[in-house]
Each structure stands twice: as structure tokens, then as C-alpha cells.
């Protein structure tokens, strides 16, 4: 039998945690063949977009619907709830 | 301290941190005023490899008020820009640094100056060096030639630094935080205590300053000169604030900001959200506009600190406990730091900008620098200094512990007699018998010339901590 020190033990254990923590997390519509429902819509029939840096939307709270988004230096607020339930149900 | 890690919030944000802002008619050049915010407090001299710099992810501000509502109407912005010449090295330089061009000079930053005003923002300068800590003899062995090669030019007879400095304020931090063990009443004190002189927790810590020196009419409503005391446009409202962008994304060793600018820091007067505004409104004020200080206004016109002296020294405050207990509304202190001080209550002078309440620095630059300084400033018959705008060497702390102590009541109610204690009570040093000067004695060092704080002690000659023993 492959002798296997503490440390290498430690390290394979918790890589393997690591992976299960992976299948766990990720919304199951994110993975391939999962079960979300909507398909990707593909970049070319999104349009154009000129912005480099990440965008956050921020909802503080989901029952109101309403979502901050910011770019930037800059924040707009709007409402959605399909969107803002949307994204709580992808953190499920 | 007079704003060091003066909230739970901004405690943990040195980079931000605003610890003391000043504002004074520029002696040496008395057609200008002089305006230093100072941020990252305490700064050990020796803290390498990463020695202290400005955020780049932070927006730095000084304001200013000349209509008396409490808005700004003409603001400096300052932003900051990090390169660094080789990042396969851990050393801050790499050789002697010589001047702010070398390139052994391995982590080094930009700035970029803007002024705002409701006619839209002019760019004054970009590009703009800072010098280098200073590290010690062997890195920086001319650290005032560095420094002066970072005071720049600007458009309009205007100048500018930002960098390391020496710390202007002094404190007995250990004193008066150890239930406000205060001088001379050592004695006196409920938990008597030997006297003592004071211990300057500040001496030899250094602290980061952004400076300007522009016209007083950059600065004034209208372009007015400033030829006359007794015109409010002569008065204007200083604060200086520093802005975060409201999401921070950390991740892969770096951050991201994202968002609008979000208030994080604010300083008027000094001392104000140490002292008077209680430890749970702290880190909201911080956040706020300075004319929305009237939900504040019970803590000024109540102070806590006014309560505690007379319990701290039984015998030594009988007035201020009488008028503690009578529950008296310290109109002197609201007035001192909310509105200024109208025409009338001290002959000849006047720093009145209204009655908005904003806790703002106001300086009437029409006062002529002073020959010869009280570190009492107006309390010691020196109308340059504070509360009238703030300079380098003045006592705060004591000028505000007497007001608090009711020095200053007797201006708006003339029967009431100050306890003699008011007019004793100090921190470090007796500022009666104190000059600038004098001041090298607790280890505080200016200068007469542009941006007026000391050259920052350096690394190798301040050590952080005490030397070992010979063979350890």
C-alpha cells in the first residue's frame, strides 16, 4: 500500500472537499445540462456593450424588487422582481 | 487624538483616515491661504518594506464654503496613482534616492489635482510626484531636498504637496484617555496621581499631508480680496473629507472598486467627532454633509466632557458644575464650532457665516498672520488662530478643553463666572508659557516656509521599538 505521509494526506482530503464544495454550490442552472431552464442568449444578439470594468447589482431587499446597479462611478436603481427573485433562486 | 482613528469605522481604514485639517492665512505669503488635510495616523517610520502612501481607490477632498450653507462651493480633489518600477523586488528602493525621478526608487506615486466649482471643474495639475518616505540615511539622506522638489506650481500663482510629513498635533494620549488625567490637576484628580509633565504620544510618528497654497481669492465668494474683517465674505468654512467608491471586489491579490463616492471620512474642527459626538453616531456623521450637524446638537450643547471634569476634579470646576446641573445650553460651544463667532462677542473680530449649524474650520482671512503666536490662539488674544481657521502649532486640545471647561461661556452670558480652573487646565504643555518654537522641546518641528509641518522623522533614527541590549 502507497504510504501516505499526514501532510499529503491533508492535501488530497481537502482538495476532494474542495470538488464536492464545487458540485454543491454552483446553481444548478449554471452547469451544463442543468436544470435552470433559460438558455444563454448568445453576446452577438445582446448588443454591443463598451464598459471593460465589472458591474454589480446590489438588492437590498428581494421583496421590493428593486436592484442597484452600478459601473463605474455610477448607480442606477430600477425594479424587476422576476429579476431580483431570479437571482436569489440562482444562489439557491 | 484631534481625529486619528477617531470612529469604530474609519479606524480600520487608515488610508482614509482624515486626522487633522488645517486652515490659516500662509505667514510667509500673506495674500494666500494655506489648506492641509492629513491622513494614515500614527505612521511608524520605520513600517517598510511597504511604506505608507496615499489610496489610489480613495478620493481625497478639501471644501470650502464662502455663502454660509454649508455647501461646498469650491472643492480640490485630489486622486492618486501607484506604479511600481520592478515587481520582482521586495524593496521599496533599491538604491539612494536622490530625486523623485530615480530609479532606484522602486514604488512611487502621482497625483492629480482638480478644482470644482458650480461653474464645472478645471484640472490644476496631473501627473503631479510625490516624494518618498523617508526611510532613512542611507535611502533618502536629503529628505528636504526630496520634499521640496515635490512642492509643484499650479495655474493662478497656486501650490501644492502631498506626502509624508512629520505629525503636526500633539496629545498626551496616554493621559488623557487614562480618565482624563489632566494638567495641572494631577493632584486634584479624583484618583489623585502625582504631577507630572506630559508625554507627547506624537513625537516622532509621521502622517501623511495633502497641501495647497492658492489666493484667497480662489476661495472667497466673488474673488473678494479679504481687505476687511468685518465683511462676511471675508469668513470662509472649511472641511476636508475622503471618499470611498461604495463596493470593494477583493479577489486574485487585487480590488476592485465599483460604484458612486461614498463619504468615509470628514473633519472640521478638530476634536469634534472624538469628543462630542458619542461613540454610537460616530461612523454615521463621518458619512454625512457638515450642515447636517443640528440632529448632532444636543451632544454640543451638552457635551459629556463638560459633565465628567467637575466629576474627574471634584474641587477644581464648582461653576461648570452649577451650570452642568442647571442644564444650561453651551450656546459658546455651538457657536465656536457651528456658526462662528458674530461681531461683537469679541471686539474686532468676527468668523460668523450664518445660521446654518456645519462643523466647518472657519477662517476670516482677513486677519494678518500673527508676529508672534499664542498656541492659545484666540484664547490667548491671537485672532489668527483657532478657532479662527486652525494653524499648524496651535493647542487645540487645551483651547478646546478650556472652552469645554467654560472659558468661553462667559461670551454669551456675562454673569457667569468661569471656574480660574478653565483658563489652567492643558495637556502636554503649558500653552500659555509655549511658542511654536518651543514646541521642539515635546519633539514637534515646523517650518516657516510651504507645507509648514516637519520633515517626517526617518526610519532608521526612529526605531519602532526599544533597542536591545549590547549581544542579544
Not at chain 1, 50 to 79: F, K, W
Not at chain 2, 121 to 139: E, F, I, M
Not at chain 2, 402 to 419: C, E, F, H, M, W
Amino acid at each position: 500500500m502507497k504510504q501516505v505521509s499526514r501532510r499529503t494526506f491533508l492535501r488530497q482530503a481537502s482538495l476532494g472537499a474542495a470538488a464536492v464544495g464545487v458540485a454543491t454550490t454552483v446553481p444548478s442552472f449554471l452547469r451544463p445540462g442543468g436544470q435552470g431552464g433559460a438558455k444563454a442568449t448568445p453576446a452577438a444578439q445582446l448588443g454591443k456593450v463598451s464598459h471593460d470594468g465589472p458591474l454589480v447589482a446590489h438588492i437590498d431587499d428581494v421583496n421590493t424588487g428593486e436592484i442597484t446597479v452600478m459601473v463605474g462611478t455610477r448607480q442606477v436603481t430600477y425594479r424587476n422582481d422576476e429579476v431580483a427573485r431570479g437571482l436569489l433562486r440562482a444562489t439557491e | 487624538m484631534s481625529s486619528h482613528r477617531e470612529a469604530p469605522e474609519i479606524a480600520k481604514d487608515p488610508v482614509a483616515d482624515n486626522t487633522d485639517l488645517y486652515a490659516f492665512v500662509s505667514p510667509d505669503q500673506p495674500d494666500t491661504v494655506t489648506l492641509i488635510a492629513n491622513f494614515i495616523p500614527l505612521q511608524d517610520p520605520a513600517g517598510g518594506p511597504n511604506f505608507y502612501e496615499f489610496g489610489d481607490d480613495v478620493q481625497y477632498e478639501i471644501n470650502i464654503d464662502n455663502n454660509g450653507d454649508g455647501d461646498a462651493d469650491v472643492s480640490y480633489l485630489f486622486r492618486f496613482t501607484t506604479t511600481v518600477a520592478d515587481g520582482k523586488t521586495f524593496l521599496y528602493n533599491t538604491g539612494t534616492i536622490t530625486s523623485l525621478t530615480d530609479s532606484t526608487w522602486n514604488r512611487r506615486q502621482h497625483y492629480q489635482v482638480t478644482r470644482v466649482t458650480s461653474s464645472g471643474s478645471k484640472t490644476l495639475g496631473r501627473d503631479l510626484a510625490c516624494p518618498p518616505c523617508n526611510v532613512g540615511p542611507l535611502s533618502t539622506p536629503n529628505y528636504q531636498g526630496l520634499a521640496s522638489m515635490a512642492v509643484h506650481s499650479l495655474p493662478g500663482g497656486r501650490r501644492v504637496f502631498a506626502g509624508q510629513r512629520a505629525e503636526g498635533f500633539y496629545v498626551d494620549l496616554g493621559a488623557i484617555f487614562d480618565l482624563g488625567d489632566l494638567r495641572p490637576f494631577q493632584t486634584l484628580h479624583i484618583g489623585p496621581r502625582p504631577s507630572a509633565s506630559g508625554v507627547n504620544a506624537t513625537a516622532g510618528v509621521n502622517v501623511h499631508s495633502i497641501a495647497i497654497q492658492v489666493p484667497k481669492e480662489d476661495l472667497t465668494r466673488g474673488g473678494y480680496s479679504g481687505a476687511s474683517a468685518s465683511d462676511p465674505r471675508s469668513v470662509i468654512g472649511v472641511w476636508a473629507a475622503a471618499k470611498r467608491q461604495r463596493v470593494n471586489l477583493h479577489g486574485d491579490g487585487a480590488s476592485t472598486p465599483v460604484g458612486p463616492w461614498v463619504q468615509v471620512s470628514r473633519l472640521g474642527n478638530p476634536l469634534v467627532n472624538e469628543v462630542i459626538i458619542p461613540m454610537g453616531e460616530k461612523d454615521k456623521w463621518n458619512g454625512q454633509a457638515p450642515n447636517s450637524e443640528a440632529r448632532y446638537l444636543s451632544s454640543y450643547e451638552h457635551p459629556e466632557l463638560a459633565g465628567l471634569l467637575p466629576v474627574l476634579y471634584p474641587d477644581a470646576f464648582p461653576n461648570l458644575k452649577a451650570l452642568d446641573s442647571k442644564g444650561s445650553a453651551r450656546a459658546d460651544l455651538v457657536a465656536i464650532l457651528l456658526t462662528g463667532l458674530p461681531a461683537g462677542v469679541i471686539p474686532g473680530f468676527q468668523n460668523y457665516t450664518g445660521k446654518t449649524q456645519a462643523d466647518m474650520l472657519r477662517l476670516n482671512l482677513a486677519v494678518a498672520p500673527s508676529a508672534s503666536p499664542s498656541l492659545l490662539g484666540l484664547l490667548g488674544n491671537d485672532a489668527a488662530g483657532f478657532p479662527n481657521g486652525r494653524r499648524v502649532f496651535d493647542d487645540v486640545t487645551s483651547i478646546e478643553l478650556r472652552a469645554v471647561a467654560g472659558a468661553t461661556y462667559a461670551l454669551i452670558d456675562k454673569s457667569y463666572q468661569p471656574d480660574p480652573a478653565a483658563s489652567l487646565i492643558y495637556d502636554v504643555t503649558d500653552p500659555s508659557k509655549g511658542t511654536p518654537a518651543s514646541l521642539a522641546a515635546i519633539g514637534m518641528n515646523y517650518l516657516d516656509v510651504f507645507p509648514y509641518l516637519g520633515t517626517p522623522s526617518d526610519g532608521f533614527d526612529t526605531p519602532s521599538t526599544t533597542p536591545t541590549s549590547s549581544g542579544v
